[in-house]
């Protein structure tokens, strides 16, 4: 026996038609007369009416099996489904063994570290499973939005030779007797990239070994980085805004949030511009807000924390002192203490970092230095500039964090299939 | 001064408007009265009128050096392009310091190990660009044939606890203490994700540290993995080659390809099935062209190398002896030497593997203990077919050597934009 449908494509159009449908068991109710019969695949459930006299052994399978049936497309009594389907014929059945380690209908809620350790069960339930159909969706969004504005995918390697971006909190293994890295962004080769690319994105994974356990943390997280030439910080940020209003437009349209529960995508105004302030404006504000904070500081977590209340939904925050953006961003050309770079905020959340690029190779030599990097171990990277490297600028959103703030989920392990921190390698 | 237009979008329908263009000066041409100046972005060519009396400081700029400019559009005179700019100002100009590495022109050859040692200028000749333009065009038709069959796009992680699938050939580190290894492929997770999710795929980098030189390996590479409940592995082989068959459309129709001196992507008849050889008729035609392999032998390269001159174009190879499989393979059901697998094959390139999967893990058990392999090892993956595990089929494609092979490249680190082998890891 084959499927012949999903859940989603049982509708009023095919009543009278024998279907093979396949899924699991999410329930079972034996009313005497009748067994109703609840089987779930990935687009939905879908409700089987059983004759006990015809399927006795029906009521002998576990819940959670999963199960391959034959039957025919009738209208529903009920209200809340417009098809029922008449079992006429049961097909192979894949026994659950019970007790099962959580219950994935949500009856009995369970802890996430519980849950994480049985993901494949966890994932029967809907609003689970849901949160990975919007991640799936946002990934198609975002690589749409980048095409059109003429972005090309490229894929950059993850095992790099030396490391880049200072090596503090990289993984480090042998490669055939010699060092090699796990890299922690895509940032130096995307920025050699634009010298013949122009525009080009990448959507991948990303390591930090960093000990450090938090709900916003991962020590394999994705990252979605884009670099173009001839564009500056605020045409970045443009971009980066037109994206997550396509990403919040398509993630209302699937229907799958409960969006009661979710201010940030329910009450989102679209035609509004994300707020923008500079590092000055925060400083400002932060200080009549009685925090602790001087001019030049970095934002503590706890002033983050304040701006976020100060400030709804997404926001940037721009033209950062130099001396807090890595090596590769650009000095402000009115004012060299600061820098051409922003970050999106939500809430108290860095989302994206981005900026200009610097791109006098002397210039990134003597910020290597200031920073205690040595530029003879960027030197692969730095021959790049000598080839006519136009002006760029780019930008890192951290895909896990956004989908988390989304979907109103409060710990970025919710949003990842199988999430890494310090504690956790398994399943 | 900010781009306006890139060197695609100059036509007939803008004669007489002024455009701000951007790119790399690729060719000066000085004939007295008039300069020529060949402008090229990702796009393509521009080619720029230049009046010396006006601009006599354009004779100095090196070639390859990026250069921003304002002009008028004319109808050009020339019979190879349509229109062409009159230069009225020049922008910003970021010079190329010679003598350059490689010649991006093409004119002078260099050998692959110094163009992959400049990439970023190597990526400045068109035959290079597009190979790495037809590669993302192809991510993109293959996420849009797996989406309309129903597929949802996962992300599975890359460091594992565990060394699954053998442990041969792993790169191993220390995660906090512990050991953790990379992710030779998603096989174990894609497999408990079709509990729930039913149709899953992951296009993502793999890792091999496998200590090989040749043309078609590398130690990272990108890899294709779907997976899904209540097909077989007849089922992943019409998927696939539905799969091939878009991608090649869809490369055609970029015209980026010179399809002369590309047989394959010329001559495959799309609406031909794909070959489908058994394991039992590929040792019979080998034995016939005397080749020396017994039935229940693995296939040599050698053995290969003859079949792929037997058979044009993709075939698949089905039903290997499963002693020759992967324990997760499952095992034919009219002959249990056998097992229900396949390979996708172009000449002695095996581009994919796949089959139905064992999902009674009794029988996964004694499979690891006859490959050596301790099932305590497997416990977090072997626990999900306790909980109702569907049958299930899949497969793995290696991108990389598919990208090869449609566009008649020799060596698969012509498509890597950064290559990774035992000899290499940087730039």
Redesign the interface.
């Known amino acids: 026996m084959?499927?012949t449908h999903?859940a989603k494509q049982l509708n009023e159009d095919i009543i009278g038609q024998n279907v093979n449908v396949?899924g699991?068991?999410e329930d079972i109710r034996d009313i005497g007369k009748i067994i109703f019969l609840v089987i779930r695949?990935?687009?939905g459930p879908i409700q089987v009416i059983v004759n006990p006299k015809k399927f006795p052994q029906i009521n002998e399978i576990?819940r959670?099996?999963?199960i391959?049936i034959s039957g025919e497309i009738q209208k529903s009594k009920s209200k809340e489904m417009k098809v029922e389907l008449r079992l006429e014929e049961i097909g192979?059945t894949?026994?659950?063994?019970h007790p099962?380690?959580i219950d994935?209908t949500g009856r009995l809620e369970s802890a996430l570290d519980k849950r994480l350790?049985?993901?494949?069960?966890?994932?029967?339930n809907e609003n689970v499973?849901n949160l990975?159909?919007i991640?799936?969706i946002a990934?198609?969004i975002i690589?749409k939005t980048l095409?059109d504005e003429?972005f090309?995918?490229?894929?950059?390697?993850?095992?790099?030779?030396?490391a880049s971006e200072g090596g503090a909190n990289l993984?480090?293994?042998?490669?055939?007797k010699?060092k090699?890295y796990?890299a922690q962004s895509p940032q130096l080769?995307k920025e050699?990239?634009i010298?013949?690319?122009?525009?080009v994105f990448e959507i991948?994974?990303y390591?930090r070994?960093e000990?450090s356990n938090t709900v916003r943390h991962l020590?394999?997280f994705?990252s979605v980085d884009i670099e173009a030439?001839?564009l500056d910080y605020h045409d970045i940020m443009e971009i980066m805004e037109r994206l997550i209003k396509n990403i919040i437009t398509g993630i209302k349209n699937t229907g799958l949030l409960d969006l009661k529960e979710n201010d940030l995508v329910q009450n989102i105004l679209l035609e509004n511009k994300f707020e923008r302030l500079t590092y000055n404006n925060c400083i400002e504000e932060l200080k009549k807000n009685d925090q602790k904070v001087e001019y030049g500081d970095d934002l503590s977590d706890l002033s983050l924390r304040k701006l976020g209340q100060l400030h709804q939904g997404f926001y940037f925050i721009t033209e950062w002192p130099l001396k807090l953006k890595p090596f590769y961003i650009l000095e402000n050309e009115r004012d060299p203490f600061l820098s051409n770079s922003f970050d999106l905020q939500i809430g108290y959340l860095e989302l994206i970092s981005g900026g200009s690029r610097q791109?006098d190779p002397d210039k990134i030599r003597s910020r290597l230095k200031e920073q205690g990097l040595n530029p003879n171990n960027f030197s692969?990277?730095l021959?790049?500039f000598?080839?006519?490297?136009?002006?760029h600028a780019g930008c890192g959103l951290g895909l896990d964090r956004l989908i988390m703030s989304l979907t109103g989920t409060l710990n970025v392990r919710e949003v990842?299939?199988?999430?890494?921190d310090?504690d956790r390698?398994?399943?």
Chains 1, 2 share one sequence.
């Open positions: 084959k499927r999903f396949a699991w068991i695949d990935i687009t576990p959670q099996s999963s391959i192979e894949f026994y659950a063994k099962l380690p994935p350790d049985a993901r494949a069960l966890d994932l029967r499973s990975f159909i991640r799936s990934l198609e690589r095409r003429l090309i995918e490229v894929n950059t390697p993850k095992i790099i030779g030396s993984f480090e293994f042998d490669y055939f010699r090699a796990l080769y050699q990239l010298l013949a690319m122009d525009r991948a994974p390591f070994a000990n020590t394999e994705y030439a001839f791109h692969q990277h021959r790049v000598d080839w006519g490297m136009p002006p990842v299939l199988y999430p890494r310090p390698i398994s399943p």
